[in-house]
């Protein structure tokens, strides 16, 4: 819940009361887990913020943020891209997927395509989904 809180908390635009219908949506669930969103926000979100609003021709939003030292990276890096948007537009942005685990796992051809389908799926029955991903740089 770690990753989504960050990624909900840094990657969004107004608050639980004034965001657009979405992402309202994301920010009042993370907030019935218990999760600061504001607080999230201060703590890794710098001052000099770089972050691509959502587009509707790029179908995502992308915010960079700085970590703490305390942050397991793989490689500690200082800072991570969070991206979020379309599923289908973010799946293909990715080489690896998070396991139910928490793992980082390559993406092999088959789980690409039942990801796919799932993304698919959904859309027949008039659901949208929004795909969360993120690089530490």
Not at 59 to 71: A, P, V, Y
Not at 85 to 108: D, Q, R
């Amino acid at each position: 819940m770690d990753f989504i809180g960050q990624a909900v908390s840094c990657n969004t635009i107004g608050t639980d009361t004034d965001a657009q219908a979405t992402e309202l949506a994301m920010l009042k669930f993370i907030k019935r887990c218990d999760i600061e969103y504001q607080y999230l926000r201060s703590k890794y979100i710098p001052k000099e913020m770089i972050r691509f609003q959502f587009d509707s021709s790029r179908k995502r939003m992308s915010t960079i943020i700085e970590l703490d030292d305390e942050e397991p990276t793989e490689h500690s890096y200082p800072k991570r891209l969070h991206v979020k948007g379309a599923s289908e537009i973010v799946l293909e942005c990715c080489t690896h997927y998070m396991n139910a685990n928490g793992e980082k796992t390559f993406i092999e051809d088959t789980k690409r395509e039942e990801l796919k389908n799932v993304i698919q799926n959904y859309a027949k029955g008039a659901l949208r989904t929004i795909g969360f991903a993120y690089k530490d740089l």
